[in-house]
């Protein structure tokens, strides 16, 4: 059974510093591209970065350059999203992605998604 489960969301500061994480099992996930995904109240969910399966590519939301960091550890098989100077627009439930894909904003592009985590950032 594939399961991605993300941990790491909570309540933070603007300004402040959160370390989502993304656990991927129940198959190989080689070749694989795996991303992260968010969702506020009342509105639809966009991309917010996404990462090849050799971490040699790599896409992010505008609005989180320089701010966010995507990364991977194969070896874990574990997906990671730092996020730094959080905005209260950063507000959000944040999902975790894979596919086999190489258009990482597209939602339908990934096979597999997890249950998502909250992440709030108070002003």
């Known amino acids: 059974q594939v399961q991605l489960v993300e941990s790491g969301g909570g309540l933070v500061q603007a300004g402040g510093s959160l370390r989502l994480s993304c656990a991927l099992s129940?198959?190989?996930?080689?070749?694989?591209?795996t991303g992260w995904f968010r969702q506020a109240p009342g509105k639809e969910r966009e991309f917010v970065a996404a990462i090849s399966w050799s971490g040699g590519s790599t896409r992010y939301l505008d609005s989180v350059k320089g701010r966010f960091t995507i990364s991977r550890d194969n070896a874990k098989n574990t997906l990671y999203l730092q996020m730094n100077s959080l905005k209260p627009e950063d507000t959000a439930v944040y999902y975790c992605?894979?596919?086999?894909?190489?258009?990482?904003?597209?939602?339908?592009?990934?096979?597999?998604w997890g249950q998502g985590t909250q992440v709030t950032v108070s002003s």
């Open positions: 992605a894979a596919g086999a894909t190489s258009i990482y904003g597209v939602a339908n592009r990934y096979n597999y």
């Open positions: 129940g198959r190989t996930f080689s070749g694989y591209s």
